[in-house]
């Protein structure tokens, strides 16, 4: 049980171009999704976190405008890349709690890739 | 603020080896502390857990016990196999949130 689904699992795309990615609990309430990301070789650096209905709380030195993050389900968040650059490619890792299910549970994370 | 500390890889080992990976943790209070592991190209996976002090958490014949003297939840396994080579992640939980150590990368040699 508690399983969390990200989709997609590997994006490759252009300069300029928005990436939208998906973040599901397949089987529980998820009130609490955090995003993070992982440079290759280095720990996970939670981005934000996002409450079912309102709005998500970036971490410090995290543009809430580059880095749209919509919870608007206690079932799925999006994170949108907008207008990705080479320097944004890397491994997004989605994570989800809810009532009983501590810690939080991980997605299989996305690889994205700037061209 | 909180930090969690583990030792610094990588760390290479024949099949069969014991095994230890260091943790340290700094908290105010009585956090909860977890090990992680992500396998290459994949999501993290919770490899095991404790609550509270003196609390061993074991899974897959790795365990770790929360030691509130010495702020320390090593990771141990008696005899290491290649499909362990993976990514571990020692981590503490504040209020929802997750703090990660830097990760140690773990090489099985058959």
């Known amino acids: 049980g508690a399983v969390v689904s990200q989709h997609p699992s590997r994006v490759i795309c252009k300069s300029g171009t928005s990436v939208k990615i998906e973040c599901r609990s397949l089987?529980?309430?998820?009130?609490?999704m955090f995003w993070y990301r992982q440079f290759p070789k280095q720990s996970l650096m939670l981005m934000a976190t996002?409450?079912?209905?309102?709005?998500?709380?970036?971490e410090q030195g995290v543009e809430k405008d580059k880095f749209l993050i919509n919870h608007a389900s206690l079932t799925l968040s999006t994170l949108t890349v907008t207008s990705a650059h080479p320097e944004d490619s890397s491994f997004y890792i989605c994570?989800?709690?809810?009532?009983?299910?501590?810690?939080?549970?991980f997605g299989d994370g996305t690889r994205l890739s700037i061209l | 603020g909180d930090s969690v500390t583990q030792m610094e890889g990588p760390v290479t080992l024949s099949e069969e080896a014991f095994l230890t990976i260091n943790c340290t943790y700094t908290?105010?209070?009585?956090?909860?502390l977890f090990w992680y592991v992500q396998y290459p190209g994949e999501g993290l996976q919770l490899l095991l857990k404790?609550?509270?002090?003196?609390d061993k958490g074991s899974n897959k014949g790795f365990e770790a016990t929360y030691r509130k003297e010495t702020t320390s939840f090593h990771l141990e396994k008696g005899s290491v196999q290649v499909s362990d080579s993976a990514v571990y992640f020692c981590?503490?939980?504040?209020?929802?949130?997750?703090?990660f150590g830097k990760g140690t990368r773990l090489h099985i040699l058959p």
């Open positions: 994570s989800a709690s809810g009532q009983g299910i501590q810690p939080q549970h």
């Open positions: 908290a105010t209070g009585y956090p909860s």
């Open positions: 404790a609550t509270k002090a003196d």
């Open positions: 981590a503490l939980n504040r209020d929802d949130k997750i703090i």
């Open positions: 089987d529980f309430q998820a009130t609490t």
């Open positions: 996002s409450n079912e209905g309102s709005k998500a709380t970036y």
